[in-house]
């Protein structure tokens, strides 16, 4: 079992920055490969980005490459997704989610999901 709590979100003007964290509990972190969506009201959850166990592998949805950066620390079952550039485009819902494999960009292949952290991109 794995609880996954997220924590950053806020307001913040377009061009500016936040860094999300998600917070595991439990002593498998290291196992999962974890990721980031996103889900703006009206619209389905997308997937945001993803890495895997250890770290070497990342992935991320094509409007966010080059701004945001999915990172993890196993030592501090912690991932992050640093955002850069911020567009109100962005402005979503944030959820980290754990899946027992390889990071996909399918929701139900992620076996725990956190609450979510809104972001909240003003123009």
């Known amino acids: 079992q794995v609880q996954l709590v997220e924590s950053g979100g806020g307001l913040v003007q377009a061009g500016g920055s936040l860094r999300l964290s998600c917070a595991a509990s439990?002593?498998?972190?290291?196992?999962?490969?974890m990721g980031w969506f996103r889900q703006a009201p009206g619209k389905e959850r997308e997937f945001v980005a993803g890495?895997?166990?250890?770290?070497?592998?990342?992935y991320y949805e094509d409007s966010v490459k080059g701004r945001f950066t999915i990172s993890r620390d196993n030592a501090k079952n912690t991932a992050y997704l640093q955002m850069n550039s911020l567009k109100p485009e962005d402005t979503a819902v944030y959820f980290c989610?754990?899946?027992?494999?390889?990071?996909?960009?399918?929701?139900?292949?992620?076996?725990?999901w956190g609450q979510g952290t809104q972001v909240t991109v003003s123009s």
């Open positions: 989610a754990a899946a027992s494999y390889a990071p996909t960009v399918v929701t139900g292949t992620y076996d725990y």
């Open positions: 439990g002593r498998t972190f290291s196992t999962y490969a």
């Open positions: 890495i895997d166990w250890s770290g070497s592998s990342t």
